[in-house]
């Protein structure tokens, strides 16, 4: 797998790089400030690119920025974003451009190797990988939607959906069947109003009501 990473601070960049490199993908091109990821993706057009939020020159928010142009002009570039702190907003922000192909992890998340290589290569097959306390946060603070119709058992489905887990990982993560995961995935689509003829893409669409406040 080809990879494209832009993170400002040179230890976890070249930490990144190792790590990816022993895992057995390439690094084909770093950046180290805002203004040099979009071109630098435009001319590797990699598997997957991880980026940090924030990069130089104005530590705001270039990573997310250049992700978001970056996927206007290479649609479908699968994108995992890094973040210092929980920014829900960032979170949602990037899985408004389409939701396929995005991950947005916590840079904690990096040290736990397994957890993170699964989640870049879970983004590169088009998949979602939002970090478990960006999720926490974004459900903490959602009042007064449908979501709040949905039962603890719904929710605790609805949430290892959002982070981008497959019908057989929620499975065994809650100890229960994968006939009752779907049956709790059918009863998330109905109370949000979700239609059924969307079959394809109402998983997308229930992350999208969990981030966004539908």
Do not use: C, W
């Not at 790590?19 to 400030?33: D, F, I, R």
């Not at 290479?74 to 907003?89: A, F, K």
């Not at 999720?135 to 489905?157: F, Q």
């Not at 497959?166 to 994968?178: C, R, S």
């Amino acid at each position: 797998m080809r990879v494209v990473i832009a993170e400002d601070n040179a230890l976890l960049r070249e930490g990144l790089v190792l790590l990816l490199a022993s895992a057995g993908h390439e690094v084909t091109a770093v950046a180290g400030a805002g203004p040099e990821i979009l071109p630098m993706l435009l001319e590797h057009r990699p598997d997957v690119a991880v980026l940090d939020v924030r990069m130089p020159p104005g530590f705001r928010d270039e990573g997310l920025r250049a992700a978001l142009r970056a996927r206007a002009e290479i649609p479908g570039l699968p994108v995992l974003v890094l973040s210092q702190y929980v920014e829900g907003t960032y979170a949602a922000e990037l899985l408004g451009g389409g939701a396929t192909g995005v991950g947005y992890l916590l840079k904690d998340r990096v040290g736990r190797v397994d957890e993170f290589l699964e989640a870049l290569e879970r983004v590169a097959d088009g998949g979602t990988a939002l970090d478990p306390e960006v999720v926490d946060e974004l459900l903490t603070r959602r009042r007064g939607s449908p979501l709040d119709s949905l039962t603890p058992r719904e929710k605790e489905v609805l949430k290892l959906m959002a982070e981008g887990h497959d019908n057989t990982t929620i499975a065994k993560t809650l100890v229960v069947t994968e006939r009752s995961v779907s049956k709790h995935i059918g009863n998330v689509f109905l109370k949000l109003g979700l239609p059924q003829s969307d079959s394809g893409h109402r998983r997308v669409l229930a992350v999208l009501a969990y981030l966004n406040n539908r």
